[in-house]
C-alpha cells in the first residue's frame, strides 16, 4: 500500500502568486514528515522537517508547511514564489522501518 | 566540509555486464542510504547500513543487487548482469544516525544507462 501520495504532478504557477503543494500520508508510517527539494541538475535537498511541536513548520526559501493529524496531511506553500524556485519536489514521511519513503513528487514551474 | 560523492557520475554499460556504484558519505555519518530514481519519480529505497552492518535490503529489487560498506564507510553498490530496466539515476544519502530525526544528506547520483 502506497505511504504517501502527492496529488500534483505539475503545478504552474505565475511569479509571486502563492502557491500549495499538497501531500497526503497514510498513517502506517512515523509522524516524521520532510519535504525534499530538487533543483534542475541538482541533488536533492532538504526543505523543512516536522518531528514534534508545532504543527507550522518553516522552512529554507520562504516555504512552511502545516502537519495536519487529522487529515494526514503535510502541505507545502509559499506565499510568493520566484523563478528560482523552480524545481521537484517531494513528500517524504519517515517509516517506522528506519526509512524514509518518498512521494512522486510535483514539479513546480514558474511562469514570469 | 566536503558532502557526499558518488563515483562515476553517470555511467553507460552494455546488457549483461557487471557495474559497481561508488558513494563517499560525509565523515562521521554512522547511517548510509542507497536509492533509485526513475525518471519522473521520487527515490525508492533500495537498502542502508549503520556502520558496516547492512541493517534492510528489502528494497533490493533481486538478487543480481548487492552492496557492502565494509568498513564503515565508503559504500559499493554492485548490479551484476546488467539489464536495460536497471537504467536509472542511483543516488546515495547519508546522516548522523538512522532514527528519523536527523537530516538525510544526498550525494549527485550515478546515472546509469544500460544499452
Known amino acids: 500500500a502506497q505511504s504517501v501520495t502527492q496529488l500534483d504532478s505539475q503545478v504552474p504557477v505565475f511569479e509571486e502568486a502563492p502557491v500549495e503543494l499538497r501531500c497526503n500520508y497514510s498513517?502506517?508510517?512515523?509522524?516524521?514528515l520532510f519535504w525534499y527539494v530538487q533543483y534542475p541538475n541538482q541533488g536533492l535537498q532538504l526543505l523543512l522537517k516536522y518531528l514534534s511541536g508545532s504543527t507550522l513548520v518553516k522552512g529554507i526559501n520562504g516555504f512552511e508547511a502545516e502537519f495536519n493529524k487529522s487529515q494526514t496531511s503535510f502541505h507545502l506553500r509559499k506565499p510568493s514564489v520566484h523563478i528560482s524556485d523552480t524545481a521537484e519536489y517531494f513528500c517524504a514521511p519517515y517509516s517506522s522501518a528506519s526509512k524514509i519513503i518518498f512521494g512522486s513528487g510535483t514539479r513546480l514551474s514558474i511562469r514570469p | 566540509g566536503a558532502g557526499v560523492s558518488q563515483s562515476p557520475r553517470y555511467k553507460v554499460t552494455k546488457r549483461g555486464q557487471d557495474v559497481a556504484l561508488r558513494c563517499d558519505p560525509i565523515s562521521g555519518h554512522v547511517s548510509l542510504y542507497w536509492y533509485r530514481q526513475a525518471l519522473g519519480q521520487g527515490p525508492e529505497f533500495l537498502t542502508y547500513?549503520?556502520?558496516?552492518?547492512?541493517?534492510?535490503k528489502s528494497g533490493l529489487p533481486n538478487d543480481r543487487f548487492s552492496a557492502e560498506r565494509p568498513e564503515g564507510s565508503i559504500s559499493t553498490l554492485t548490479i551484476q548482469r546488467t539489464e536495460q530496466r536497471d537504467s536509472a539515476m542511483y543516488r546515495c544519502?547519508?546522516?548522523?544516525?538512522?532514527?528519523?530525526?536527523?537530516?538525510?544528506?544526498f550525494g549527485p547520483g550515478t546515472r546509469l544507462t544500460v544499452t
Open positions: 547500513f549503520n556502520y558496516e552492518a547492512q541493517q534492510d
Open positions: 498513517s502506517s508510517v512515523s509522524v516524521y
Open positions: 544519502a547519508s546522516s548522523l544516525e538512522s532514527s528519523g530525526i536527523y537530516e538525510q544528506y
